[in-house]
């Protein structure tokens, strides 16, 4: 027993005397079960004789005290040893959960914790349940079979410990050796799968708006099976050496009985020492469940150890297994377990650059005719009959007031909402015809509240583009001002952002969420608000910059809340309550009376004072 293991009987020093006491009762137990296997015999094969009566009388009493001790004593064990590790495992969640709360540097993902808190901790409780306590009462009962039955007949007591060594200590060795790696690599693997989960729900619309779906759950369905397999291999493992433990019980009873047979021990002797060598080598055989339990809570306890060892600020970022990338390549130095590759649809496309390196496909001409969108019967309708042209190229600005249904939009045109009524084209074929796959060619960008995965810089941005040179990254990430923090980064392209950008500034992982969308370049690029948490300065130049670095020929849908910057637009539409109230581009609509106006006047004097709106 080594590391993991002493770091958690050290956590375990205050409730030591319980955790004795619970051995100590686990033994009692399964001696009292051998004692009345061994007692039963003999009373049987003795009243096969018909003796008076009271030869026997203290074995039946022997049998029924027996019988019923059995039961309070496995009661009391099984409460006393719950009641100490459960109290220790309290200690211990406690010192995790704090340990992962204080941590500074690279947080785990929300399912990586979880399964820390959870499935690790209960390692703790399963190597002392499942694998202490038997393991010692197992040991202290085969000691005392072995010294009963060298009472009888020492020859037959050293078969007995013979077949007891074998069935304690070289099963359980086969069993560690055989389960070991298997083992090693399941606790790991279902934090990954955990963690899988969050980024599949929680990053769903960007997956789905980046057609990136398709490879994730690939990625993760891949880790998913090679995770039913190494449990399916360690079941099938762990039943061959059950099938071996019971080979191994019969075999001793037979040479058990054969030696003390030879011996010229009594009958009843030998029956009483058949059945006892049977019962004491099944008890023996917990140890190989111990065994197999141990390895497959080693990697566990690892890492509750580690955790509950390093100083809160002490552990490395991108320690522990690899976080796997949304797309499914290996960002950590780690175990990449079932690390997808980069295949998928998202990487059969072609080339396209964010500085205008490429065309994916040529941009199609989008239409919106008539499109509603109701999310509830009775509610207000987010767009009421809404039209608007969007031919290849054309840049065009959605603005209007919070709830105007300006997002509703965007949704309708990725593919996330169905219009109630009206349809939605590209090139004339509608856009719930578009496969999953095909959609995001076409239509993409930056959505609201985009997700940013737990993965390096470089992993986010390929998300849309997996195939992405060097260069297409840098004209993205200077596009929307990113390129001086990534190159001032220790990591590079390889910085992890924490879960949901969480090692980012707010505007950082907005500039990522469109430095993203910017590279995947699809032909019609929807922005949502893309400088949302930018101060106007810096708005008005990732704005700038993200306009002139989208590829000529792509349309633009630009969704804003900010009117300055759009000069230069095809056309602006002013939405209200889900309906077109203005339209026209920006001179006409700061000439014209309207909300257009009136919010660019309080926009402008807001950022410069009333006295630039008369300079
Ligand atoms: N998922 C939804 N379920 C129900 N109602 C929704 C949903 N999404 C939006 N709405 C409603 O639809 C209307 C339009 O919302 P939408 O998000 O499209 O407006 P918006 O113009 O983008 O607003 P903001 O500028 O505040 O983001 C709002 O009244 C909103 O409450």
């Known amino acids: 027993m080594s590391g993991p293991e002493l770091t958690v009987l050290r956590l375990a020093r205050p409730y030591l005397k319980r955790l004795v006491g619970a051995g100590l009762l686990a033994a009692a137990t399964e001696f009292a079960g051998l004692a009345l296997m061994a007692t039963a015999t003999w009373l049987l094969m003795t009243a096969a004789d018909r003796p008076p009566l009271d030869r026997l009388t203290v074995a039946i009493v022997a049998v029924r ?9 496995r009661y009391t064990e099984r409460l006393a040893g719950h009641d100490a590790v459960l109290r220790l495992v309290t200690d211990v969640r406690t010192r995790v959960f704090a340990t ?11 399912g990586d914790a979880l399964s820390r808190l959870v499935s690790d901790v209960e390692a703790v409780q399963d190597l002392l349940l499942r694998v202490l306590v038997p393991g010692a009462a197992a040991g202290l009962v085969s000691v005392a079979a072995v010294g009963l039955a060298a009472l009888i007949s020492p020859p037959a007591a050293l078969a007995l410990a ?12 086969l069993a560690t050796v055989l389960t070991r ?39 993760a369905e891949r880790r998913a099976q090679r995770l039913a397999r190494l449990e399916r291999r360690l079941a099938a493992l762990g039943f061959a050496v059950d099938a071996l433990g019971v080979l191994v019980a019969g ?94 649809a998202a990487a059969n496309r072609g080339a396209a650059g964010a500085g205008g390196a490429g065309l994916l496909a040529g941009a199609p001409d989008v239409r919106f005719e008539g499109v509603t969108v109701r999310y509830r019967a009775g509610a207000p309708a987010a767009l009421d009959g809404f039209d608007l042209d969007l031919p290849a190229g054309r840049r065009v600005a959605v603005v209007g007031p919070s709830g105007a249904g300006k997002s509703t939009l965007a949704a309708v045109l990725t593919g996330a909402v169905r219009p109630d009524g009206g349809r939605v084209t590209l090139d004339g074929r509608d856009v719930s015809a578009y496969s999953p796959d095909e959609l995001p060619r076409a239509v993409g960008g930056l959505l609201a509240e985009a997700y940013v995965f737990h993965a390096s810089v470089r992993d986010n941005l390929l998300l849309g583009r997996p195939d992405a040179d060097e260069d297409a990254l840098i004209a993205a990430t200077t596009a929307a001002g990113l390129a001086d923090w990534v190159r001032a980064q220790p990591d590079g392209w390889d910085t992890v952002v924490g879960e949901e950008g969480g090692q980012l500034s707010g505007g950082q992982r907005q500039r990522l969420a469109l430095a993203r969308a910017l ?8 922005l949502d608000e893309p400088t949302e948490g930018l101060d106007p300065v810096a708005a008005d130049e990732v704005l700038a910059s993200t306009l002139a670095a989208t590829p000529a020929g792509h349309s633009v849908l630009l969704i804003t809340h900010r009117l300055s910057g ?19 581009r920006h001179a006409e609509l700061v000439a014209a009376p309207g909300w257009y106006r009136d919010q660019w006047v309080l926009q402008q004097a807001a950022e410069h004072g009333y006295l630039a709106l008369s300079g």
Do not use: C, K, N
């Open 181 to 219: 790696r298997a083992g090693a690599e399941v606790a790991p693997l279902r934090g990954v799968l955990a963690a899988d989960a969050v980024d599949l729900t929680h990053g769903a619309a960007d997956l789905a708006a980046f057609g990136a779906t398709g490879t994730a759950l690939g990625a």
């Open 100 to 110: 992962l709360a204080a941590r500074r540097g690279a947080p785990p993902r929300t």
């Open 162 to 173: 013979a077949g007891l060594l074998v069935a304690g200590v070289a099963l359980p060795a």
């Open 519 to 526: 590279l995947a370049a699809p032909g019609v690029l929807v």
């Open 251 to 344: 075999l001793t009873a037979g040479a058990v009985v054969l030696v003390a047979l030879r011996a010229g021990v009594d009958g009843v002797l030998v029956g009483v020492l058949a059945v006892g060598t049977l019962a004491a080598v099944e008890i023996t055989l917990a140890l190989v469940a111990a065994a197999r339990q141990w390895t497959g809570l080693r990697s566990g306890l690892a890492r509750v150890a580690q955790l509950v060892a390093a100083a809160p600020d002490t552990e490395q970022p991108g320690a522990g297994p690899a976080a796997p990338s949304p797309v499914g390549r290996p960002t950590g130095a780690g175990t990449a377990v079932g690390a997808a590759g980069t295949g998928g």
């Open 566 to 584: 759009l000069a230069g637009l095809d056309e602006i539409v002013v939405l209200d309550a889900g309906r077109v109230v203005q339209r026209g």
């Open 65 to 73: 005290a027996l019988a019923v001790s059995r039961g309070v004593l």
